[in-house]
């Protein structure tokens, strides 16, 4: 005879028996999540396939994060820190030379390559999978695009900014993910050079 049905488990903090003992399970779940996603992937990767990279229980998976599209946007957050911790593109220096500073910046982050794999495994996931771009596209509207636009002073600033993001995400494409040449293998100083005026007019030029 079989016993009543364990009640199932809710969101709420697991047993002691499912958790990973010790300090920072949550930065190492958030770091294999990183690591699958860049690897395999956003459809192949699973939140029980996480959770085993990290070595805990699913359910802690699920704990600190909920739904494997929440543990993406985590790692989106993540990935995109290194562009929100910049100084801000207009502040003291007005928007003089704000196309230089917002292209120096974004190819900066991509030619780093502590930043350039979560990134590329961001994009890929963005390019193939509904979910993932409107994790993506969330994220850069709310955190990056906003941001930016808060510091024109000119017509239309969400739009303008919005121009200047699409501009530098097909560079991002072209260059990092692609592979098309001869940007792939152009000098990022050349880049910034040619691409920063254009951004200029985006962003100051009413």
């Known amino acids: 005879m079989t ?9 709420g903090r697991p047993p002691a028996a499912d958790r990973a003992e010790g300090p920072g399970a949550r930065e190492r779940i958030l770091e294999a999540a990183r690591a ?16 085993k990279a990290a ?6 998976v699920h704990h600190y994060f909920g739904t494997k599209d929440e543990v993406f946007a985590a790692a989106v957050e993540v990935s995109f820190e290194p562009a929100l911790v910049i100084p801000a593109l207009v502040g003291e220096h007005g928007t003089e030379g ?4 917002l292209a120096r910046s ?6 780093d390559p502590a ?4 990134l590329l495994a961001v994009v890929r996931s963005a390019l193939t999978h509904d ?10 509207l709310r955190r990056v695009l906003e941001r930016v636009a808060a ?4 017509p239309d600033p969400q739009f303008r900014a919005e121009l200047a993001a699409s501009h530098m995400v097909g560079i991002a494409i072209l260059r990092y993910v692609v592979q098309v040449e001869p940007l792939a293998s152009a000098d990022p100083e050349d880049i910034v050079a040619m691409v920063a005026p254009t951004l200029q007019r985006y962003l100051a030029e009413e």
């Open 3 to 11: 016993g009543a049905p364990r009640p199932r488990r809710g969101r």
């Open 36 to 51: 699958e996603f860049a690897q395999r992937g956003y459809d192949k990767t699973s939140v029980r396939g996480i959770a």
């Open 55 to 60: 070595g805990v229980d699913p359910a802690l």
């Open 98 to 101: 704000v196309g230089e500073r």
């Open 106 to 111: 974004f190819i900066g982050v991509w030619e």
């Open 115 to 118: 930043t350039r794999t979560s």
């Open 131 to 140: 979910a993932a771009a409107a994790v993506l596209r969330g994220f850069v």
């Open 151 to 154: 510091d024109l002073s000119v």
